[in-house]
């Protein structure tokens, strides 16, 4: 357990360096620390008001978890940045994020949570907390990356990006005037 919580630091550093790396954007970069770490500290802030117990079976829902919620910020980010170089502003990318990855997080998070909640209900505590701590961050995880994300993003996303130039075809297409008959 000790050795769990010395190697989250540097867990989370490694993914952030990556998100960095795979974004190519500091900025978003280090925007995806806060609805990584979110979910595991709001959580565990509601197990403590609901339990106050940290057991074995607990140690382990941060790094369980952790690929789960990095996921659905990788997926909504990713969208997020390609609207952005697209021309759009942040609040069209946000929309955009929405409309492209929203629904797969929102039935992913289901999902899991169902899945979650069904270990929950073991008569072996290890095995209930787990499943119900793991089920409340994924579920935390969806609610900042769908209301704390967005607000983050709109609010300090605010660099102008290089507008990527779309398909040469479609440009063309777009470029031809219309014949009218």
Known sequence: MASMLTSLPVTLIL????????????????????????????????WALVSGEINLGLSVVVTLTLGIVVDDAVHFLSKYQRARKEGKSAEEAVRYAFHTVGRALW?????????????????????????AL????????????????????????????????????????????????
């Open 107 to 131: 039935i992913t998070t289901v999902v899991l949570v169902a899945g979650f909640s069904v270990l929950a209900m073991s008569s072996f505590r290890l095995n209930a907390d787990m499943g």
């Open 134 to 181: 793991s089920a409340i961050v994924i579920f935390i995880a969806l609610v900042v990356d769908f209301i704390f994300l967005p607000a983050l993003l709109m609010k300090f996303d605010t660099k102008k990006y290089n507008v990527v130039e779309k398909d040469r075809s479609e440009a063309k297409l777009s470029a031809t005037p219309a014949v009218h008959h």
């Open 15 to 46: 993914i952030s360096a990556l998100m960095i790396f795979a974004l190519g954007s500091l900025r978003l970069g280090l925007m995806s620390v806060v609805p990584n770490m979110a979910p595991a500290i709001i959580g565990f802030g509601i």
